[in-house]
């Protein structure tokens, strides 16, 4: 155990308050989280009741009730109600001069927008907004960085009762028309160009490219951005033209189900999945799990790199639900210089530090000294997601930042837009370990005959319904891609793709994609394992590897591909060095049979590794037809990959 809850927990968090509001109002008394989580996916109407009215949700009309089916998927939450998410944010709460957005980026000097501020651009962006024709139903699509502007084209859009969708623009013009084209959006808007490090990059040809083809699309909205004389778009409406007007702070009432937004699959597997999510489950869920998981509040303020590609920005969007400030950042996160995100914390004053877990594990080799070298005090929680966090990457946040700092460690999806397991304020953090379930999420891990199991692997699933789970997938007629995509594994319950393993305490171990898993003679092993094993040698950058299956039913071939810390070579002498670094801290099952140096892992721009493409790849697909290049962090990564698999296969 590396962090216990301390003896105020109650008296000093988020939870705490919850759980006292939970007795004076209630009548309910809970001894721990572990009987907490059971109240709250046991009793589902009762514990989701409770957050609305804990946090005081507003509805033009009142529900009928809470759940009115429970049938997955098909579960109808508080019918009747109407309201809607952006109203929560833009409504007056004494707070104008408070900060909301303290802005950072690589394009243009820092600043900062109070509530105050935010609220005004808000209303002006909706009066612009109406006055393009953009009503209820309409779709207002971004290509867009993580900065101020973003955030304010989302809030009035919301407002409306309009439907919001983004791409980051280091996408190219397919990915994002893969996207945007499934939506038949009314307004685009885009920027010309940004920074990213030192380069100055032109998105001026793709932004054309994406405009031609989206023939839907009535009007360009051009956000400047990059400055000179390069910064502009022909024939668009300028931001500043946009917001010329002022206009009433109004919010349409919607259905508690009505679309906010679309959030799009990687694109990995196929064209990227168009996923609806609502304006109650978003409002609901991310009230939940921000408050009571993050401890979120007003003063407090979270940090964590993101692009508008990512559920992580509409999670980070989200904390202004809770009148904490956010930080938007812009640019190349390790610029100029590994330590850039600790120095920005210090400089913020973060209290929630977002970071990848491989970006912890790069602090930790290349050896910074983050507790000494910046002033952290004011973090009060390390948030780390995406992928798994091996033990030595807890070692070192510990090390380096002391007992008080809580790490959480999550693990959820943009399929429900938030945490599925994770840790909070009531939790013990464990060495390698996610802390367990989040309230209201009744996860599980299921054997392949759909038991439960407990201290071994199994799909990761979740057998009761949540707000947050999604209205749909766009233009899905009956749901068929929907159910199909979740519910065919094991019908009435959602089966989300991870491998886990839960332990006897409640606490679990992510190791992967379970369409990634390793199958060796029976045996099922997780991807993540081999990382850690691998990835903790030092001359060792990363690493990707890919079980190609025997169909006579043999143990296959396993195929590890390293990228050569710099200045190291692959050779003979460092391959048996990884085989038997594997065999000893794993098992002989895991030991690869081939060991491949390639320059680089491709990954998603959220950075999952990309295991089930490259196997394709293997397995004779075309590189092209298993991931769109530009919706990966580096374009080129597939090359060397599909260069290997052609000197396997020679025609």
Known sequence: MLWRPPPDVLEITEIGRYLRWLRENRALGFEGYDELWRWSVGDLEAFWRSVWDFYGVRAHTPPERVLASREMPGARWFPGARLNYAERILAPAGDDGEVAIFAHSQTRVPFELTFGELREQVARARAGLRRLGVGPGDRVVAYLPNIPETVVAFLATA??????????????????????????????????????????????????????????????????????????????????????????????????????????????????????????????????????????????????????????????????LLRAAIVTMDGNPLYPDLAFQWRLAERTGATMLGVAPAYLMACRKAGL?????????????????????????????????????????????????????????????????????????????????????????????????????????????????????????FPGVWCHGDWVRFTERGSCVISGRSDATLNRGGVRLGTGEIYAAVESMEEVADSLVVHLEDPEGGPGELLLFVVPAPGVELDEALRRRIVSTVRRELSPRHAPDTIEAVPSVPRTLSQKKLEVPVKRILLGANPEEVAGRDSLLDPAALDAYARYAASRNPR
Not at 259 to 282: C, D, E, M, Q, R
């Open 159 to 320: 407002s409306l009762g309009a439907i919001w969708a983004a791409c980051a623009p280091e996408f190219g013009p397919r990915s994002v028309t893969d996207r945007f084209g499934q939506l038949e959006p009314k307004v685009l808007l885009a920027i010309a160009g940004y920074r990213y490090g030192e380069k100055r990059i032109d998105r001026r040809a793709e932004v054309e490219a994406i405009r031609r083809a989206l023939p839907t699309v009535e009007h360009l909205v051009h956000v400047p951005y990059i400055g000179g004389p390069e910064d502009e778009l022909p024939a668009a409406t300028g931001w500043e033209e946009l917001l010329s007007e002022s206009g009433p702070l109004g919010c349409e009432p919607v259905a508690f189900d009505h679309p906010l937004y679309v959030l799009f699959s990687s694109g990995t597997t196929g064209k990227p999945k168009a996923i609806v999510h609502g304006h109650g489950g978003i409002l609901l869920e991310h009230l939940k799990n921000l408050g009571l998981t993050w401890d979120l509040r007003p003063g407090a303020r979270l940090m964590w790199f993101t692009t508008t590609a990512w559920m992580m920005w509409n999670a980070l969007v989200s904390a202004l």
């Open 369 to 489: 000294e983050v507790g000494r070298e910046f002033d952290l005090s004011g973090v009060r929680q390390i948030g780390a997601a995406g992928s798994p966090l091996p033990p030595e990457g807890f070692d070192w946040v510990y090390e380096q930042l002391g007992p008080d700092v809580l790490l959480n460690i999550g693990s959820g999806g943009t399929d429900v837009c938030t945490g599925i397991v994770q840790g909070s304020p009531l939790q013990p953090v464990y060495r390698g370990e996610i802390s367990g379930p989040c309230l209201g999420v009744d996860a599980a891990a299921y054997d392949e005959r759909g038991h439960p199991v407990v201290g071994e692997f199994g799909e990761l699933v979740i057998r009761a319904p949540m707000p947050s789970m999604p209205v749909g997938f766009w233009n899905d007629p009956g749901d068929r891609r929907y159910r199909a995509a979740y519910f065919e594994r």
